[in-house]
């Protein structure tokens, strides 16, 4: 059974920094693209950053472009989503997703949409406040 679960959130200053991890187990995602997506109280699932496979292309958001970075560990079978210069509008609960197709069978440009994903975590609530 396959399992992603994030941890990292929690409650910042606008300014500040955080760090996600997303953990994968019940199989390796080495190959297969990983993402952090963010959903807002009445808003909805939006995609943040991805990465094709470990060591492979990262995209983001135009959003966060900049000011947050994705990385991949196939040590740990994880990725990781570095976020600094925060501000009140990334306040959100994040997702990590996984792939069920490898990177080389996948069409890049679906790689923003959740649903290309097929496994995701059960999110991780952050708030920045101004």
């Known amino acids: 059974q396959v399992q992603l679960v994030e941890s990292g959130g929690g409650s910042v200053q606008a300014g500040g920094s955080l760090r996600l991890s997303c953990a994968a187990s019940?199989?390796?995602?080495?190959?297969?693209?990983m993402a952090w997506f963010r959903q807002a109280p009445g808003k909805e699932r939006e995609f943040v950053a991805t990465?094709?496979?470990?060591?492979?292309?990262?995209y983001y958001a135009d959003s966060v472009q900049g000011r947050f970075t994705i990385y991949r560990d196939n040590a740990k079978n994880s990725v990781s989503l570095q976020m600094t210069s925060l501000k009140p509008e990334d306040t959100a609960v994040y997702y990590c997703?996984?792939?069920?197709?490898?990177?080389?069978?996948?069409?890049?440009?679906?790689?923003?949409?959740?649903?290309?994903?097929?496994?995701w975590g059960q999110g991780t609530q952050v708030t920045v406040s101004s």
């Open positions: 990465m094709t496979w470990s060591g492979g292309n990262t």
């Open positions: 997703a996984a792939d069920d197709i490898p990177h080389y069978y996948t069409a890049y440009s679906r790689l923003r949409l959740a649903v290309e994903y097929d496994y």
């Open positions: 019940g199989r390796t995602f080495s190959n297969y693209p």
